[in-house]
Every structure is written in C-alpha cells, then in structure tokens.
T-cell receptor, first 113, second 114 residues
C-alpha cells in the first residue's frame, strides 16, 4: 500500500530563514508521481510541483527547490529566504499507476516577521 | 474568476436536514473529486468522477451521495449526517483521471453538523 509521511507537524521560522519540509513515501510501484501542494488560510490547495519516479533531477523555482532521492524514498521541499506569505500548510502527495492519490498529513509552516 | 468554485462556503445543518454542496470547475477538466479534510486527519478522498462517471468510491457512508451531471459540475448531497461529519469538504478537478495529473482545488465548504 502507498503511504506518505510528513514527520514535521509544525515548523516555525523567522522571516529570511531557510526551511526544509520533509516527505518520505512508500510504494511498490516503479512508476509513480510525487506532488507538493500549498494550502494557505483561504483553504484551497495550490499545486506547486510534480515529479515522476524516473526523473531524479532536483528542481528550483525562485525561492522554492525540491530534492527527490529514490534511494531514501524522499521528496523534500526547501524554501529559501522564507517570507510571511509562505505561511501555510504544505502537503506532499503520491500517485501510483492505479491513479489513486495519497496525501501526507501536512506540515504547518509559520513564518514570523 | 478562480478555476474551481464551491458553494456554500459555510454550512451549518442539523442531523435531520438535507443539504447539497456544489462544485463548479471552469478549467475544461475531465475529472472531479470530493475530499474530506478533518482537523486531525489527512485529506480523505471520497469520490472520483471521470467524464461524468464515478470511478472511485472510497467506502463512504451512504449518507453522502455524489452527483456529476456534466464534466463541469459536481454535487455532494448530504442527509442524516452525524456530528463527526463536520469538516472541510474540498472539491478538485484535473485535466484527466490518472496518476500524472495535478489537481486544482476549490476553497472548500466548511460544514458543521449540530
């Protein structure tokens, strides 16, 4: 069965600090996709990134970067120079070949000014 | 206009009431989803529709009844709910139904069952 673990329930940082959100997954499929979503206080989850299981290249988008390592089954998310607007709940998700998505419990990030 | 809209945003209902949640997507997507988000539980997938056909029903109690009249609209009909059904109900859509596709979420309906 597929499983996503976000061990950090809550993280609090001060603005401009770097922060890494951890995501560890379990799957028996060789083909799968990993996602990160952001849920601001307004409620709707916002898609941030998708990674397929055959592409281990790290990705950078502005202040956001993602580190995908199949050897440790991890897909970690780093925010550089955090800002107050980054405060949200962040979800890691896994989709297997059958198409069902499993979300982690989420990490609540609070960035203080 | 946001891609996925949900109405109402807040709903308070008694256990004997019947109400419906509405979701509309303006993205031309083919798949739509209902999720339940409780305070102490992860996102729980309830129903999946692809091209207006239900493709997944994750052991959801029959007091929740989905309806997808077309690819742009999704309803969740509620009746005889329990207090533990109080949660944020999120609707989402995706371009297709499969593991590759990211989902686009609405703002949710905050449901309180009294």
């Amino acid at each position: 069965a597929q499983k996503v673990t976000q061990a950090q329930t809550e993280i609090s940082v001060v603005e401009k600090e770097d922060v890494t959100l951890d995501c560890v997954y379990e799957t028996r499929d060789t083909t799968y996709y990993l996602f990160w979503y952001k849920q601001p206080p307004s409620g709707e989850l916002v898609f941030l990134i998708r990674r397929n299981s055959f592409d281990e290249q790290n990705e950078i988008s502005g202040r956001y970067s993602w580190n995908f390592q199949k050897s440790t089954s991890s897909f970690n998310f780093t925010i550089t120079a955090s800002q107050v607007v980054d405060s949200a709940v962040y979800f890691c998700a896994l989709s297997e070949h059958a198409g069902k998505s499993t979300f982690g419990d989420g990490t609540t990030l609070t960035v203080k000014p | 206009e946001t891609g996925v809209t949900q109405t109402p945003r807040h709903l308070v209902m008694g256990m004997t009431n019947k109400k419906s949640l509405k979701c509309e997507q303006h993205l031309g997507h083919n798949a739509m989803y209902w999720y339940k988000q409780s305070a102490k539980k992860p996102l729980e997938l309830m129903f999946v529709y692809s091209l207006e056909e239900r493709v997944e029903n994750n052991s959801v109690p029959s007091r929740f009844s989905p309806e997808c009249p077309n690819s742009s609209h999704l309803f969740l009909h509620l009746h005889t709910l329990q207090p533990e059904d109080s949660a944020l109900y999120l609707c989402a859509s995706s371009p297709g139904q499969g593991p590759y596709y990211e989902q686009y979420f609405g703002p949710g309906t905050r449901l309180t069952v009294t």
